[in-house]
């Protein structure tokens, strides 16, 4: 199970096209409403989670949690004890953790990128705490993968399907949507 953590304001792009992806690479994925079962994105957009928060499983069955940017989704996901619960879960048995734009900041706070190679959106560097900021838009370090904004929101969803399905097989997927950089 991949759970995308949804937060009032957080960016629509940066959570549904990862959902539509890894969807598409055949995972089970659910979106999980940190602040009830309809939440409000950041440019005003309703989504209705799959589930919420306080019906999460943290147990064998987690593959992988994404943490969509946006503001002020980012902070409402920070201040979430549930999210950062599932965070430290996953850190501790690096089970692969997904954040972009603003949200690697929460990894940053956390501890979580020290010595890492991490990127976020712009302005935000100084909250990767002991993290080498990349030049490159999406990046993974180990179990850790960070993407910088919505512009780059297929790309992350992309490089997360590929933890699951491989280089060839994301490579297909992005050729399959006409992503043009496969």
Not at 38 to 56: E, L, R
Not at 145 to 155: D, E, S
Request: aromatic share 4%; hydrophobic share 45%; proline share 3%.
């Amino acid at each position: 199970m991949i759970y995308v953590f949804l937060a009032n304001g957080f960016e629509e792009v940066e959570a549904l096209a990862p959902v539509d992806l890894l969807r598409r690479a055949g995972k089970e994925v659910q979106t999980v409403g940190v602040n009830g079962d309809v939440i409000k994105g950041s440019h005003g957009i309703n989504v209705q989670a799959d589930i919420t928060i306080d019906k999460i499983s943290l147990g064998s069955e987690l593959e992988m949690i994404v943490l969509p940017g946006g503001m002020p989704g980012t902070l409402n996901l920070e201040k979430s004890e549930a999210v950062r619960i599932a965070v430290d879960f996953c850190n501790e048995r690096e089970i692969p953790i997904g954040a972009i734009c603003a949200a690697p900041s929460i990894l940053g706070h956390m501890g979580l990128l020290q010595g890492r190679e991490a990127i976020c959106y712009m302005g935000f560097e100084k909250e990767l705490t002991g993290a080498t900021i990349s030049k490159h838009s999406v990046v993974k370090d180990g179990h850790i993968v960070t993407a910088q904004g919505a512009g780059v929101a297929v790309a992350f969803g992309l490089k997360l399907a590929e933890i699951f399905v491989g280089k060839e097989k994301a490579e297909a997927l992005s050729a399959g949507i006409c992503y043009p950089e496969h």
